[in-house]
């Protein structure tokens, strides 16, 4: 699986293929993780650009573990600093 970003960071992430499947428990888990981190955010005005919540629901739903999110987040953090934004 591959997630397409856009602008100047537009190269794609690869996805886990030997993630092994998620427990409806952890999917759960993670879903409810998700929903609370993200109003959270918004409670306290602000948002999350689309290229990093599209990380967050690639690992919400199983497509990306925690070590390839973290990499995805420091290569997206480190792309915006290169840019200056």
Not at 30 to 42: D, L
């Amino acid at each position: 699986m591959n997630l397409q970003r856009k602008g100047p960071a537009s190269e794609p992430v690869k996805a886990s293929t030997s993630l092994p499947r998620l427990s409806k428990e952890e999917l759960a888990r993670r879903r409810e993780a998700y929903g609370y981190a993200k109003a959270s955010v918004e409670l306290e005005g602000f948002k999350v650009d689309d290229e990093v919540e599209q990380l967050f629901i690639a690992y919400r739903d199983g497509f990306l573990n925690s070590d390839e999110l973290d990499a995805a987040l420091e290569k997206h953090s480190r792309a915006l600093l290169a840019d200056g934004n």
